[in-house]
Every structure is written in C-alpha cells, then in structure tokens.
C-alpha cells in the first residue's frame, strides 16, 4: 500500500483533468464583475477591492527580500524556484487585480487571473520538490508556470470566440489545495509545514465562499464586502505560508528542520 502512495497525487491529478475535459466548458457567471462595494474612496474607484490587494505585495516584497537570497540553504534550496515565482506572482497579483478592479471588464481580468495562477504553480512547484525529496524546483517551475499561463491563455481565447472556458484554471487552483496536503501526508513534511499549509488553505477556502458570498457579506457587515475579505483573508493565507518558509532561515530551529528536508 505505502509503495502505490506515491502515484496517489498524478492519478488524481489526471482524473480531475480528464473529469473536466469530458464535462466540458465552464463558463464565468454571468455577473461576476458586479461585485458590491463601489464606494470610492480619494479619488479610487472601487476602492475597497482595490485597496484590499496591498497586503498581497507586502508578503511577496517579504518573501523576495528575505529568501532571495538563500537558494543555497539547506532548508530552502529544492524549493526555492517555486517559491521565488510564488512571491513575485503575489506582487503581480497585487498589481494586476488592483487595475482589474479598478474597472472591471474581461479584459483587465486577465491580468488579475495570470499571476494568480502563477503563484498556485510557484507554490505546487516549491512543495513537490520539498516533500519528494526532488534536487531542485526549477524545471517542475517552468512547466507549471507554462501550464499557468495556459489555462488563462485558454480562458481568454475561448472567451473571444464563444464563451470563456475556466476548466483548467480551476484545475490549477485547485491543485495546491488538494495536492499540498497529499504530498505533505505521503511524504511525512515537518509537522510545522503541515499544519502553517492547513491554516494557509483554510484561509483560502474561506475567501472562496466571501467571494461568493459578496453581496451578502456587505449587506450584514456595512462596511466591508465579500469580495473585499476574499483578498484580505487569501493574503493572510499567504502570509503564513511567508512566515513558515522563512522561520527555516531565521531560527535555531531551522538547522533541524534543514537536516530533515535535506535527507
């Protein structure tokens, strides 16, 4: 049973993909650029979704500027490609969705969903290497970051031609929230990372349904939307994530922690 375990993640992984190419297109809702705060705020539209991204750029700028320099670290190195698209996509995201949301349209989305799905192939890339003991993250990085940017290149073609086809870039962000914790379970990861990766994909659960839910949550709340917590508590997710990553470099601890991933 333990020698099949490994083949777990790719069987489902390939399942889901053929699952999808066989269900067909998945269009965007209807609505989805209606989002329910349009409040402004000195001279920003929209400005709740807008400024709601700012912490995704402090974690990454935290993230590039602590851990750039550490590739060769025991604690860091096979992961550390993954992990550097990781952070400079949560800048990207920052930038990219506060444009989009400034004036929503399809056309700005795709500059909102690209580097998303960048940082969900950083993140996959840096965690496979980690846990499956690879030597390094850089080609795992690339591909993922090619699939990336297909599944959005995928959207915005079909969008054009018919209807937009989000099938595998909800593949691809579906993909951390089910293969981290796989991979983490087969491979036994550091307690810490299991448990820093279950709150980080917690809170981006819980964003999913504030995202849905954005009307909603304006209307009970008053001052904040659904939307508007969808990006704060997806970058508290993220900051986790930071924070677990660079205590491997910045604490006693991390020369332990540096031996049990470097076996």
Known sequence: MRRTLPLLPTALTLAATLALIFHGPIAQLAHYHHFADTRGLAGIANAGDVLSNIPFALVG???????G??????AL???????MLFFAAL??????????HLAPDNTRLIFDRLPIALACAGLLAAVQAETTR??????????LAAAAIASVGWWAWTDRILVGDLRFY????????????LWQWIYRAPKSDRIAFALAIGCYVLA??????????????????GHT????????GTAIVTWQVTRRVSTPASRRLAAILAR
């Open 61 to 67: 700028i935290w993230g590039l500027l602590r851990l």
């Open 69 to 74: 320099a550490a590739r060769e670290h025991p």
């Open 77 to 83: 190195s096979r992961g550390w490609a993954g992990y």
């Open 91 to 100: 800048v990207l995201t920052a930038i990219g969705s506060s444009w989009y």
């Open 134 to 143: 690879l030597r390094s993250s850089v080609f795992s990085t690339l591909m």
């Open 170 to 181: 909800l593949l691809l962000q579906a993909g951390p929230i089910v293969l981290i914790p």
């Open 208 to 225: 999913k349904g504030a995202e849905l839910a954005d009307h909603q949550v304006l209307q009970a709340l008053g001052t904040v939307s």
């Open 229 to 236: 917590l969808k990006h704060l508590l997806a970058a508290l």
